[in-house]
RNA sequence: GGGCAAUUAGCUCAGUCGGAUAGAGCGCCAGCCUCCGGAGCUGGAGGCCGCAGGUUCGAAUCCUGCAUUGCCCA
């Protein structure tokens, strides 16, 4: 059982007793200082003023209950103003090698969101380009989103929604046929906001070579239309291998193109007008969004009757609810921030809660080498991308490193590092704890020495403070996992992963385990070391990182 | 001009329902291989948590103002 439930009901308990209900605002943390126990709780503190008591005297009494508790708890005491502080026993840690053996690759797995139909959308490039390392990031981010997500009991759904109705795929179209008339030796301008990148003449001369000359004789509107297509068609081809490769899979693929075809963003304006949240002012069809705490109505029709994206991008979310989505989640380029607003009101209009709707935005990623900016700007086509991080550093180094920051905070990135597999590329300090544990096992079947089951005579030798530093970080893993999921933030995972390793190198260092002397104590820290082992497999791969078994 | 976010050790960053003496990695200094993987470990120095007020038993955390930086919008 948990450490945090376990606890929770005893102190429940011992307060009834004192004629008092539980405090809701009541907290039971790790403190800080390991003296102050494994847990402590203010609810004294908070409970005081309503027994009439001073808190110092409450918590006494507190305490007395907790001490008859039973095994589990070695003792109890008063700190401070009020604090009550808990030291759990030995053999109430030493159950966790049962939880995470019994469990294995379910070990840290919740139903804390159970109920809940979840989707994440994200990366959702618009198909104009290879993506880039700030897509890189975006995916590492959804995708281990998705992960932690299911590990807690949510249905989960990923998508990818393709903007593919927009004049940026025109101006893709305009940006091939111009490369493709140079390439054939004809003079002709690149569009002024046309793409510049290297892999529009790329693209340009691979049509070159498969149409040849047909493209000049046909009407301009045709050979358009067929860059276009054909342009979509092959970068959308690129999207895909790239996804693959950085083990990313969007379960639906969703067309813009296919959801203004469907009539559903007309629709979606017809309903907003009959609600009276949309009207017509100067031409142009307007949203009242300000009416759901956004600074300004916005357009959804401009005066020459073109849909604006927000149009569509509302009609696409009444989509999502409509297919039964109890809580969306979307992964946005920070950027986009001044969107969140109006998108949150435009969910309400829809008749559901602002918080229906989560946005999780991702910063820019730096990057960088040898300590010196590359610079990176689509348009200029001066950027690195995704594919060529991976091929330089590996889908793992990029995925973690992506995921050991706040996603909302901008991440310098320097490959040369990176590729240097020292310490500075945390990936491999993690990845190593796990090598490690597994070479170790192999050493011990090589010795004939078999790793049995935990009994509880064998886990009882797992007393020394490095053997309980272990088994409270081993405990720790399902509250972090549901803490990562509550605050949708995988870095809580890699913190821990690092935390983790940081520990069983300690460990290692300190306490020999097949060279110990002693069968039995050898016996006990084996199962410790694969419960360890477990724990960081089950971590990475909620990261989407793998655990090797040898480096 | 308006809005959003950020500001924590020399550098890069954790610290999300307010808790006790604020943490990690890198870098720097000093150590550890007869031994299961040294891609490792141990110890040390290093802080006005941007500044100033406020809320309370208690603030890096919540509120207000200011400064600086980044982004978005007109």
Same mark, same amino acid.
């Given at each position: 059982m948990r450490a945090y439930t376990f606890l929770l009901d005893v102190l429940k308990t011992a307060v009834n007793n004192q004629g008092l209900d539980w405090p809701e605002k009541a907290g039971i943390e790790p403190p800080r200082d390991k003296s102050h126990g494994d847990l402590a709780s203010n609810a004294a503190m908070i409970l005081g003023k309503k027994a009439g008591l001073p808190p110092r005297e409450l918590a006494e009494r507190v305490v007395k209950e907790v001490m008859q508790s039973g095994p589990m708890i070695a003792r109890a005491e008063v700190a401070g103003p009020g604090?009550?502080?808990?030291?759990?026993?030995?053999?109430?840690?030493?159950?966790?090698?049962?939880?995470?053996?019994?469990?294995? @690759?379910?070990?840290?797995? /919740?139903?804390?969101?159970? !109920?809940?139909?979840? @989707?994440?959308?994200?990366? /959702?490039?618009?198909?104009? !380009?290879?993506l880039h390392i700030g897509h890189g990031r975006g995916a590492a981010v959804g995708d281990s989103l998705a992960r932690i997500l299911r590990a807690t009991g949510y249905e989960v759904s990923t998508e990818y929604y393709l903007n593919d109705a927009g004049r940026q795929m025109n101006l893709l179209g305009r940006s091939i046929w111009a490369r493709y008339q140079q390439v054939k030796g004809i003079q002709a301008p690149l569009p002024e906001d046309g793409y510049k990148g290297e892999y529009i003449l790329e693209l340009a001369r691979e049509l070159c070579a498969e149409q040849g000359e047909r493209l000049l004789a046909a009407d301009e509107d045709e050979a358009l239309r067929i860059c276009r297509q054909w342009g979509v068609e092959r970068i959308l081809a690129g999207i895909n291998s790239d996804l693959d490769m950085f083990r990313v899979e969007h379960q639906v693929w969703f067309s813009e193109q296919k959801l203004v075809q469907s009539g559903a963003v007309d629709k979606t304006l017809q309903d907003l007008q009959t609600s009276g949240l949309a009207y017509e002012q100067d031409g142009a069809l307007w949203f009242a969004s300000t009416r759901f705490g956004d600074d300004k109505d916005r357009v959804l029709r401009k005066s020459d009757g073109e849909l604006t994206y927000f149009a569509s991008d509302i009609a696409y979310h009444a989509d999502k609810f409509t297919r039964g989505f109890d809580l969306c989640i979307d992964v946005w380029g920070a950027d986009h921030h001044g969107y969140v607003p109006r998108m949150r009101a435009a969910v309400q209009a829809l008749g559901r809660r602002a918080d229906d709707l989560q946005v999780v935005l991702i910063q820019l990623v730096n990057l960088q080498r040898k300590g010196e900016q590359v610079a990176m700007s689509t348009r200029s086509g001066q950027f690195v991308t995704l594919s060529e991080v991976m091929r330089e550093v590996g889908t793992d180094a990029a995925r973690f490193i992506f995921l050991t920051r706040k996603s909302d905070s901008s991440l310098d990135m320097d490959l040369d590092l990176l590729k240097e597999q020292s310490m500075d590329n945390p990936v491999y300090y993690v990845q190593y704890a796990h090598a490690r544990i597994c070479s170790m096992l192999a050493r011990a079947e090589e010795r004939g020495v078999r790793a049995g089951r935990p009994t509880e005579e064998v886990i009882s030798r797992l007393n020394t403070e490095e053997d309980l530093e272990l088994l409270k970080m081993l405990e720790r893993f399902p509250d972090t996992v549901q803490g990562a999921a509550?605050?949708?933030?995988?870095?809580?995972?890699?913190?821990?992963?690092?935390?983790?390793?940081?520990s069983l190198h300690r460990y290692y260092n300190r306490h020999p385990v097949l060279n110990c002397g002693d069968e039995d104590l050898a016996q006990a820290r084996l199962q410790l070391m694969i419960s360890v082992a477990q724990v960081v497999r089950n971590g990475l791969n909620l990261l989407g990182v793998s655990a090797p078994e040898s480096m």
């Open positions: 604090f009550v502080n808990v030291f759990f026993s030995n053999i109430f840690w030493q159950q966790t090698i049962h939880a995470v053996q019994n469990q294995g @690759q379910a070990y840290g797995r /919740s139903q804390w969101g159970e !109920g809940t139909k979840a @989707q994440v959308e994200y990366v /959702s490039a618009n198909p104009t !380009g290879p509550r605050t949708l933030s995988p870095h809580h995972i890699s913190f821990y992963l690092l935390d983790l390793a940081g």
